[in-house]
Every structure is written in C-alpha cells, then in structure tokens.
C-alpha cells in the first residue's frame, strides 16, 4: 500500500469511533477534497483545504490538512513553499504519521534540490524521531542504499545508530541492514549469518525475523552447509498456526520450505524416505497449486533414483489419477511407458 493510500486510510480510522454528526460531516468533505487532489485539481483541493483548516474537530486532523497542503505546493514545483509547510507539520513535538511524512518527505525533496547534506540529516532526524511509524523505516533503507557504495562506512553507521534504536520497531530492521551489508557488499558470510541470526532469535515476534531466518539460510545454500539448511528449513515447515477465526497466519515461507526439503533430501544428501515425505506434504497441503502434480513426480522420482520400482510405479500411478490433466501426469504416463508399465 503506497504512502498516500495510507494517509487516506488514517483519516478514516482518526474519525471512525464515537463520531459526532459534524465530525463525520468534517471527513466526508476531507475525503472529497482528497480526490480533488488526487485528480490534480490542486488549485481547487488548496482552496478547500484552507477552509477544512479553519474547521478541523481536532489537532490530528488540524496536521492532516496542513501536510496535505504541503503536498500540493510540492505537485505545483513550488519548493520553497512545500518545505515551509511541511517543517509546519514536523517542528512540533508531536510524534504522529504526518510529523514523519513531512519531515521525511522534506528529506527527500531537498536531495531533489541538490543538497545532500540537508536531506541525509533531515533521514537521520525521521528515523530518531519518529522510529515507529512507517516513514522511519522507509528513510532508514534510504540511508541504505545511500551508503551501499561504501559498505564499511555503513556498517560502522548502522552500528553505531542501532543502540539508539534497540526498544523501537526498527531494531530488528536495522540488524537486517547490517547483516544484507555483511553479505552483498562486505562478502563477510559468517558476520552476515551471525547477524541474522541475532535479528531472528532477539525479535522472534518481528515479521522481519522470518525474513532474517530465510537469508541465513540462503548464506546456508551457497556454501551447500545442507545440514544447516534443513535445520532452518524444519523452523519454517513445522511452525505453522492457524485459527478459526483468522484462517491459516503461516509465513510466507513455509511452501517453499517445504518443497525444498524434499529437494534437497533427495538431490544432495540421498535420503529419499525423508524426500518423499516432504514432496507428498507439500502436494497434500497446496494441493490446489500448480506446484503440487510436480511434487508428487518428484516424489515419483526420488523412489527411482531409491530403486525402488514398484514405490516408483505407483507413486506416477497416484499423481495420473490425482491430476490427470496437468504435464506432470504426461510425463508420468511417458515414464510408465517406456518401461512397459500400464498407466
């Protein structure tokens, strides 16, 4: 979801409980304005913003129109304004969504204007400020990619700010960066994994641990640790949770971790029992899935490869039957063929 679609969204949520008639009556007109806006009728959108600015129920929605203000001066390329109005919303002590969009956005528009310095420091500034809202994170990889050509440089950078950020929401997120420096820019595989590894075990609650778990076990790949790579690979595939309220709440890593340990059983450490039970849990849990006829031919293939030609048989025997029109169930009928067995 893009920045301005969360600003929209805001909006609704600041006003949705205990509503008065004249505050609904306030965010319905905002909400017009707001498309105003977003159909480039600045001019219009400015002059109804000045009149929701006199009205506002409340100091949030007071800011939500000032930055948005800010916005249009900036669509119209009137720079110097754009940044007056936003340092309006950012140089007060309020720590909300719009301080940090404005400063953030200020940041960005002063690199615009050539002057890297102020924009690097106003990044640093929506980072300390305001480590808990979305802006922050989005200006810390800012800061990222800005240092990346200097890679030692900005592992001493990002060492040296996550102290101050270690009880916010982007403590793990700045470890992350740390550990993706190590690796890609500093080739330094073992800091890398170690640092992941910090992110997954500190921060096991962070949606980016399981990010971290993953890149540790990619590091894991390269240098064919399989051991290692099925360890981390188990995490994924036997933690999953589920409620009959909210449905199924896996990572996003558990079916490919899945079908990789059936590969990996089978292609490198020739434990083919193991690989077939993986590629037959992989085919019964996504079994509505274009991956899942081929799980089963590979589980087809690791009986095979184990000598075992009745196991082998029957395994392309069960995938035909279970996905008769998919090019899986052709190979597998190809396969029965050439050896004289009936599909």
């Not at 203000?69 to 720079?79: C, D, G, S, T, V």
């Not at 809202?133 to 900005?154: D, G, Q």
């Not at 992110?199 to 540790?216: G, Q």
Request: charged residues 30%; glycine residues 2%.
């Amino acid at each position: 979801m893009s920045l301005p679609a969360l600003g929209f969204v805001a909006l609704a949520l600041m006003t949705s409980c205990s509503m008065t008639r004249p505050i609904e009556t306030w965010t319905d007109d905002a909400l017009e304005v707001r498309k105003l806006e977003d159909r480039e009728h600045f001019d219009d959108a400015a002059k109804r913003y000045d009149t929701l600015l006199k009205t506002a129920p409340n100091d949030g929605l007071r800011r939500w129109v000032e930055f948005r203000q800010a916005e249009i001066l900036r669509e119209k390329q009137q720079y110097e304004e754009a940044l007056a109005g936003y340092e309006l919303v950012w140089k007060t002590a309020d720590i909300d969504e719009w301080g940090s969009r404005a400063m953030y956005q200020s940041a960005l528009l002063h690199r615009e204007l050539s002057e890297a310095d102020t924009s690097f420091q106003l990044l640093l500034q929506t980072i300390f400020k305001y480590p808990n809202e979305m802006s922050a994170e989005i200006a810390l990889n800012e800061v990222y990619r800005r240092f990346e050509p200097t890679p030692k440089a900005l592992d001493a950078l990002l060492g040296r700010m996550a102290p101050y950020l270690a009880d916010t929401m982007l403590a793990g997120n700045i470890l992350f960066l740390k550990a993706q420096n190590q690796d890609k820019n500093l080739d330094d595989i073992a800091a890398a994994a170690q640092t992941y590894r910090r992110v997954y075990v500190d921060f096991p609650d962070d949606a980016i641990a399981d990010d971290a778990l993953w890149e540790m076990t990619n590091l894991y790949r390269r240098v064919e640790d399989w051991p290692s790579v099925v360890q981390n690979l188990k995490v994924f595939a036997n933690n999953t949770e589920s409620s009959w309220f909210v449905g199924s709440y896996d990572s996003e890593y558990v079916n490919d971790a899945i079908f990789e340990l059936g590969e990996i059983n089978m292609l490198w450490l020739d434990d083919f029992d193991e690989a077939v039970y993986w590629f037959e849990r992989f085919a019964t849990s996504y079994d509505d899935t274009l991956k899942a006829p081929k799980a089963l031919f590979y589980a087809a293939e690791a009986r095979r490869l184990q000598r075992a030609e009745d196991l082998h048989f029957a395994a392309l025997k069960d995938l035909i039957r279970r996905y008769p029109k998919s090019k899986w169930a052709q190979k597998a009928a190809d396969r029965l063929g050439e050896a004289g067995a009936r599909p």
